[in-house]
């Protein structure tokens, strides 16, 4: 399809394994972005590619959690040890990036979530 | 530390009646986007205001900006039961990170 998306949709795991999450961008997108949502609730930032540049890594809640992205495409989430709190929907999203002046003007475009459930 | 706050946090609201969402900062965007998320979805852009003061209406939405740049606000007149949904501003910190971030979100209900 020509939207970004992510597998598993649905995990359930164990506490203290670790999981892979994984996001296929729109093709031709610079810019990657991991967030996370408890239920109900707004997006936490994770973490933020672009291009060959070093990620944006600020947003991670700890050492557990690591992301890469591989030839600047598909880029995999990963939770070491998970933990019950780590329970939540992780979305991904891209964008080209056009930078005018201050303004980036992004149009950023989600896929539907990889629901989590650590038990 | 949450930069955007959203108020209400919840809304239920009758259908035919106007609502009015806030999204507030006390640090200054480069352009503030207004999504709405449903069930089961990722969030999708409504909107995209880059001006202080800016105001841009989308049918029945109407989308401000503050002349400050801190703050924004979504109004909906005569709002249907098809609006459900959450609503979540976000915003390009004027510092030009690319990164976007995210208020804390608004969950509207309307009832028919």
Do not use: M
Not at chain 1, 41 to 58: H, M, R, T, V, W
Not at chain 2, 50 to 70: H, M, N, P
Request: with cysteine; glycine share 12%.
């Amino acid at each position: 399809g020509a939207g970004v998306s992510q597998s598993p949709s649905n995990k359930v795991t164990e506490k203290g394994k670790d999981v892979e999450l994984r996001c296929d961008p729109i093709s031709g997108h610079t810019a990657l972005y991991w967030y996370r949502q408890s239920l109900g609730q707004g997006l936490e930032f994770l973490i933020y590619f672009q291009g060959n540049s070093a990620p944006d890594k600020s947003g991670l809640p700890s050492d557990r959690f690591s992301a890469e992205r591989t030839g600047g495409s598909v880029s995999t989430l990963t939770i070491q040890r998970t933990q019950q709190e780590d329970s939540a929907v992780y979305l991904c999203a891209s964008s080209l990036v056009r930078r005018t002046g201050g303004f980036s003007g992004n149009t950023i475009y989600f896929g539907e979530g990889s629901w989590l459930t650590v038990v | 530390t949450q930069l955007l706050e959203q108020s209400p946090q919840f809304l239920s609201i009758q259908e035919g009646e106007n609502l009015t969402v806030y999204c507030n900062s006390s640090s200054v965007f480069s352009s503030l986007q207004w999504y709405r998320q449903e069930p089961g979805e990722g969030p999708v852009l409504l909107v995209t205001v880059v001006t202080g003061g800016e105001v841009k209406k989308l049918k029945r939405l109407t989308f401000q900006f503050g002349d400050a740049r801190k703050d924004s606000s979504l109004h909906i007149t005569a709002a249907q039961p098809g609006d459900t949904g959450l609503y979540l501003c976000a915003g390009f910190h004027q510092t030009g990170a690319n990164n976007l971030f995210f208020g804390t979100g608004t969950r509207l209900t309307v009832i028919p």
